[in-house]
Antibody, heavy 117, light 108 residues
Framework: QVQLQESGPGLVKPSGTLSLTCAVS?????????WTWVRQPPGKGLEWIGE???????NYNPSLKSRLTVSVDKSKNQFSLNLSSVTAADTAVYYC??????????WGQGTLVTVSS | EIVLTQSPGTLSLSPGERATLSCRAS???????LAWYQQKPGQAPRLLIY???SRATGIPDRFSGSGSGTDFTLTISRLEPEDFAVYYC?????????FGQGTRLEIK
């Protein structure tokens, strides 16, 4: 059974960098899937952030692209998100997910990140 | 970017009734890459349907998906109490992937 677990600071200061890691267990990050980040502001809908393939190929949300880096560490079976120059609008629950040809079939439990001084 | 518009925003029904949720795309979506999710408060989204009409593992057969091109539908044949939640459609065949804004299914 594949499991994903997000980790990282729950509080980030404005203009700082939001950094999260998603640890994958029960399966290899080198499998043919897109490893994806999705966020959900409080009380709002889902927003796709970006994704990475094990080869390192990435796709980013155009609205976040200038601030966003998604990377993969195959040796640790994990992938990461870095979002720079954050503002209160970046406050959200951040999810990592595995997206295959069969959709987003495995998700982390989500982690709330608050941007505040 | 493909915009997915879900309707209605909120659907009020009673247990045992049939629910029909719509997802309309701003341009054609490959049916192979259209999914539906259920989300309950405090939980991650749960995959229900992929490929527009294939049920994910463990999903009851009262959930069904249909559609092609720009119009897709999620149908719940007979609502159970645990089905009241928010539902999202998701296209992942065109970059960037996008989600609909969600339909809230509430108990009448």
């Amino acid at each position: 059974q594949v499991q994903l677990q997000e980790s990282g600071p729950g509080l980030v200061k404005p203009s700082g960098t939001l950094s999260l890691t998603c640890a994958v267990s029960g399966g290899s990050i080198s499998s043919s899937n897109w490893w994806t980040w999705v966020r959900q502001p409080p009380g709002k809908g889902l927003e796709w952030i970006g994704e990475i393939f094990h080869s390192g190929s990435t796709n980013y949300n155009p609205s976040l692209k200038s601030r966003l880096t998604v990377s993969v560490d195959k040796s640790k079976n994990q992938f990461s998100l870095n979002l720079s120059s954050v503002t209160a609008a970046d406050t959200a629950v951040y999810y990592c997910a595995r997206v295959s040809s069969k959709g987003g079939d495995y998700w982390g439990q989500g982690t709330l990140v608050t941007v505040s001084s | 970017e493909i915009v997915l518009t879900q309707s209605p925003g909120t659907l009020s029904l009673s247990p045992g009734e049939r629910a029909t949720l719509s997802c309309r795309a701003s341009q054609s979506v490959s049916s192979s890459y259209l999914a539906w999710y259920q989300q309950k408060p405090g939980q991650a989204p749960r995959l229900l349907i992929y490929g527009a009409s294939s049920r994910a593992t463990g999903i009851p057969d009262r959930f069904s998906g249909s559609g092609s091109g720009t119009d897709f539908t999620l149908t719940i044949s007979r609502l159970e109490p645990e089905d009241f939640a928010v539902y999202y459609c998701h296209q992942y065949g065109n970059s960037p992937p996008t989600f609909g804004q969600g339909t809230r299914l509430e108990i009448k």
